[in-house]
């Protein structure tokens, strides 16, 4: 290129400002690039190309339909970010129970309740509904904070007047059913995102009346074709809803 890309140090080598110009460039290029191969092998009868999603719930799900997916289209390769660190504008697809603007068109997908879950031992098992002001004093299991189920647990206790008393979090789904086998306190729970997680010493009652969560898919009005024939995929075969 005529110029510098790289800093070098003793142990290092990063992008300097020119090279992270040129990488930007570069990233544009590749991106178009993949696009018209998509195109073209879309043309062709057999999709293919990369699509770059980001999960932010119903993981189980999406990875089902994801393996149904490719055993039909084995030529398309997906790129998966939980959570992620890029802007929004580098997914084809997002599926969040957030609201995502910019360049992306909204799709409903699922609609579930969420239930409180309790030991069978815990004394609110024998109930078929509770208030959230009853759980103050209780212990709480929950997702890491940058999770919107975690943010919808602080929100449930906060109208009800108390903090929740938090003793343990992760990032993972299986992690809090194994602490909530151990009596070890109570959480939220997704009825149809987890209920491959659902164990016989749980028990799952409704929460103030009934409580649910609306999770859509956001697909970028400049993602590949791929990326629109997997959003149909995902249409043909999505739950509406949880069963009460």
């Not at 090279?19 to 998509?38: D, N």
């Not at 660190?85 to 997908?109: L, W």
Request: a neutral charge; hydrophobic letters at 35%.
């Amino acid at each position: 290129m005529g110029v510098a890309l790289f800093d070098r140090t003793a142990n290092t080598l990063s992008l300097n400002e020119n090279g992270k110009r040129f990488f930007r460039t570069v990233e544009t290029v590749f991106s178009e690039l993949e696009r018209v191969r998509s195109e073209l092998a879309e043309s062709a009868g057999e999709p293919g190309g990369k699509i770059r999603m980001r999960i932010n719930v119903s993981r189980h799900i999406i990875t089902k339909i994801i393996a149904d997916f490719r055993a039909k289209y084995p030529n398309v390769t997906f790129l998966l970010d939980f959570g992620g660190s890029r802007d929004d504008s580098d997914y084809a697809i997002i599926v969040s129970d957030e609201n995502i603007g910019g360049e992306f068109e909204r799709h409903e997908f699922l609609k579930e309740e969420i239930m409180l879950a309790v030991h069978k031992s815990h004394p609110s098992a024998a109930r078929k509904e509770i208030s959230a002001s009853m759980l103050s004093g209780e212990k709480f299991i929950c997702l890491y904070p940058k999770y919107s189920l975690r943010c919808l647990t602080e929100s449930i206790c906060a109208e009800a007047g108390f903090r929740p008393d938090i003793v343990l979090e992760c990032g993972d789904p299986q992690c809090i059913t194994d602490y909530l086998k151990m009596g070890m306190g109570i959480s939220l729970f997704p009825t149809v995102s987890w209920q491959n997680e659902l164990d016989p010493s749980l028990v799952l009652v409704r929460l103030n009346g009934g409580i649910y969560r609306n999770t859509n898919v956001y697909l970028n009005k400049n993602a590949p074709p791929s990326a629109k024939i997997f959003l149909r995929h995902m249409q043909s075969g999505k739950t509406k809803k949880a069963a009460p």
